[in-house]
């Protein structure tokens, strides 16, 4: 998964309470993209970051939000979970934008909330 | 239109026999065709990318056939394998810089019969 990890793998949770997702790499890529994945949906972008601190909403950003403090570290959470928002979650990363890029992704979140 | 339509959902192929999946856009702005492939339990990799300019690429036994005037580009897995049983999306890339994303088909599932 071309050193990338996702943590937690599993995680069930109640509505309303705050979750965070990490994703870490260990490619010094710059860009980073958060995706949910649902039946029928396909993979959908929640929001993506271009550099440290710099990051931009998705399709699907509504209740979700994002940090990256480190160029390895980006951060999901959802503020207040939803069961709308159970789904699996991957994180990728690419190493520049431009025509040819490769988005190199995670093992995924599996979360489920009650 | 920054959709990618793709077909058919699902694909039952005999061990031996061609995989066709297909998909068409509408925005001719898209400037980069990847395919990827997913396993159950693991993220999407990258298979096989196209550039508009190119009518077809083939690596091994997977063919992508670009056809810029009818806005429509398909995946052909020659001499299917069981091994091949996966999810496989199209994408198409759009944008500049930082603000460069991937544009995703809603997936196929193909199950090569033994």
């Known amino acids: 998964d071309a050193g990338i990890t996702q943590s937690p793998r599993h995680k069930v949770t109640e509505t309303g309470t705050p979750v965070t997702l990490r994703c870490h790499q260990t490619?010094?890529?710059?860009?980073m993209y958060w995706y949910r994945q649902d039946p029928g949906h396909g993979l959908r972008l929640i929001h993506y970051?271009?550099?440290?601190?710099?990051?931009d909403k998705g399709e699907v950003s509504d209740g979700y939000s994002v940090s990256r403090s480190k160029t390895e570290d980006f951060l999901l959470t959802l503020e207040s979970a939803t069961s709308s928002q159970t789904s699996v979650y991957f994180c990728a990363i690419s190493e520049r934008g431009g025509a040819g890029e490769t988005q190199y992704f995670g093992p995924g979140t599996r979360l489920l909330v009650l | 239109q920054q959709q990618v339509k793709q077909s058919p959902q699902s694909l039952i192929v005999q061990k031996g026999g061609i995989s066709i999946i297909n998909c068409a856009y509408e925005?001719?702005?898209?400037?980069?065709f990847p395919w990827y492939q997913q396993f159950p339990g693991k993220g999407p990799a990258l298979l096989i990318a196209i550039r508009p300019d190119v009518s077809e690429k083939k690596e091994g036994r997977f063919t992508i056939s670009f056809n810029k005037s009818a806005k429509q580009f398909s995946l052909h897995i020659m001499d299917s394998q069981p091994g091949d049983s996966a999810t496989y999306f199209c994408?198409?890339?759009?944008?500049?810089?930082?603000?460069?994303?991937?544009?995703w088909g809603l997936g196929t599932s193909l199950a090569v019969n033994p």
């Open positions: 970051s271009y550099g440290v601190k710099d990051t």
């Open positions: 994408a198409a890339s759009i944008g500049a810089g930082n603000n460069r994303k991937l544009i």
């Open positions: 490619e010094n890529h710059r860009y």
């Open positions: 925005n001719t702005a898209f400037d980069y």
